[in-house]
């Protein structure tokens, strides 16, 4: 099971897709304390999570991220970080490393310089993330690359399979964008139905080709496509939200993932691990019963679930089918 911890708000960066709508003149006073992080952080490995994402926002802008990934190690848990790569500078990289991070997940969107520096909304964000990237592969850190996928850069994702296979990156994936936070004002740039499953059959088609691991990310339906195609999979299941995956917000609110905002309690009045036991939300998710339309009768329910933010979004109920379901 794994868990992301949007750990702040705060980010150098203003990117136009940004799900919690993070930037450098955010109110960051209510935020979780060290002391809080330390304790959630016990919370998760009591639930039974092995591996701990801490994002942002930039999670690098937090003073106590050696700390908190410390804390993270001390309880048994796999710390790993979600970050925009720009302040990966050698020092930073190694300081991780020696701190026991697992590994980094870089946000890069494009190997046009161009294109990423708009969509981070940021001049000059391209150079220092790819500087930060062989910084954190010269310390010895697993990297991954975070790619958000939209009608204008899907056709380079092949081009950044090969590329990074070179620089030595053990792994891309490709995210599906999901109109929340900023995102809402570009949801016409997402990939749709034909597009959207001809872009995972690629995907999929790739990863016989590359020693990289691909794994489409709010995308659930590579699950019964790799079935189908008779591809072997070391995943199990397509959207893991509220059954071996969550989030917690920077306040303490506890959602069902980063790109859907129902709130599951909030960890400053009741304790991680309770609210991941016992929460109404959490349980109704894991119950295929209650999954609406073709998602609760669908023979793949159990290897896919269906993009739940995607089924919020277009439905207006977390429960209701997967509205580009190539099964309806």
């Given at each position: 099971?794994?868990?992301?911890?949007?750990?702040?708000?705060?980010?150098?960066?203003?990117?136009?897709?940004?799900?919690?709508?993070?930037?450098?003149?955010?109110?960051?006073?209510?935020?979780?304390?060290?002391?809080?992080?330390?304790?959630?952080?016990e919370e998760i490995s009591k639930a039974g999570f092995r591996l701990l994402i801490l994002s942002g926002g930039?999670?690098?802008?937090?003073?106590?991220?050696?700390?908190?990934?410390?804390?993270?190690?001390?309880?048994?848990?796999?710390?790993?970080?979600?970050?925009?790569?720009?302040?990966?500078?050698?020092?930073?990289?190694?300081?991780?490393?020696?701190?026991?991070?697992?590994?980094?997940?870089?946000?890069?969107?494009?190997?046009?310089?161009?294109?990423?520096?708009?969509?981070?909304?940021?001049?000059?964000?391209?150079?220092?993330?790819?500087?930060?990237?062989?910084?954190?592969?010269?310390?010895?850190?697993?990297?991954?690359?975070?790619?958000?996928?939209?009608?204008?850069?899907?056709?380079?994702?092949?081009?950044?399979?090969?590329?990074?296979?070179?620089?030595?990156?053990?792994?891309?994936?490709?995210?599906?964008?999901?109109?929340?936070?900023?995102?809402?004002?570009?949801?016409?740039?997402?990939?749709?139905?034909?597009?959207?499953?001809?872009?995972?059959?690629?995907?999929?088609?790739?990863?016989?080709?590359?020693?990289?691991?691909?794994?489409?990310?709010?995308?659930?339906?590579?699950?019964?496509?790799?079935?189908?195609?008779?591809?072997?999979?070391?995943?199990?299941?397509?959207?893991?939200?509220?059954?071996?995956?969550?989030?917690?917000?920077?306040?303490?609110?506890?959602?069902?993932?980063?790109?859907?905002?129902?709130?599951?309690?909030?960890?400053?009045?009741?304790?991680?691990?309770?609210?991941?036991?016992?929460?109404?939300?959490?349980?109704?998710?894991?119950?295929?019963?209650?999954?609406?339309?073709?998602?609760?009768?669908?023979?793949?329910?159990?290897?896919?679930?269906?993009?739940?933010a995607r089924a919020y979004y277009y439905n207006g109920s977390y429960m209701a089918e997967e509205p580009w379901?190539?099964?309806?």
């Amino acid at each position: 099971m794994l868990i992301s911890w949007n750990t702040t708000k705060k980010c150098n960066l203003n990117c136009v897709h940004c799900y919690r709508e993070s930037g450098m003149n955010v109110d960051t006073s209510k935020e979780l304390t060290t002391k809080e992080g330390k304790k959630l952080v016990e919370e998760i490995s009591k639930a039974g999570f092995r591996l701990l994402i801490l994002s942002g926002g930039e999670p690098l802008l937090r003073d106590d991220i050696f700390e908190l990934i410390a804390a993270a190690r001390e309880s048994r848990l796999m710390p790993a970080i979600g970050t925009n790569g720009t302040l990966l500078t050698k020092e930073m990289s190694e300081e991780l490393q020696k701190a026991g991070l697992k590994g980094v997940a870089v946000s890069i969107d494009s190997l046009d310089e161009a294109y990423h520096d708009q969509f981070r909304g940021q001049p000059g964000a391209f150079v220092k993330t790819q500087q930060g990237i062989e910084n954190a592969l010269s310390a010895g850190l697993r990297v991954q690359i975070n790619m958000t996928i939209t009608e204008k850069n899907q056709d380079e994702f092949g081009g950044m399979v090969s590329y990074y296979e070179r620089l030595g990156v053990q792994a891309i994936h490709p995210f599906f964008l999901v109109p929340t936070g900023r995102a809402l004002s570009m949801e016409e740039d997402g990939l749709r139905e034909t597009a959207y499953y001809s872009m995972i059959r690629r995907v999929l088609e790739l990863q016989s080709t590359t020693s990289l691991e691909l794994k489409p990310t709010c995308a659930p339906q590579f699950m019964p496509m790799a079935k189908e195609m008779g591809l072997s999979q070391r995943f199990t299941k397509g959207c893991l939200a509220g059954t071996a995956y969550c989030c917690v917000l920077p306040e303490g609110q506890v959602h069902i993932c980063p790109y859907l905002p129902v709130e599951a309690g909030n960890v400053r009045e009741k304790p991680f691990d309770e609210i991941w036991k016992s929460s109404s939300v959490f349980l109704e998710l894991r119950d295929m019963k209650n999954y609406e339309g073709a998602c609760g009768s669908c023979e793949h329910a159990g290897i896919c679930g269906g993009c739940r933010a995607r089924a919020y979004y277009y439905n207006g109920s977390y429960m209701a089918e997967e509205p580009w379901c190539f099964k309806r």
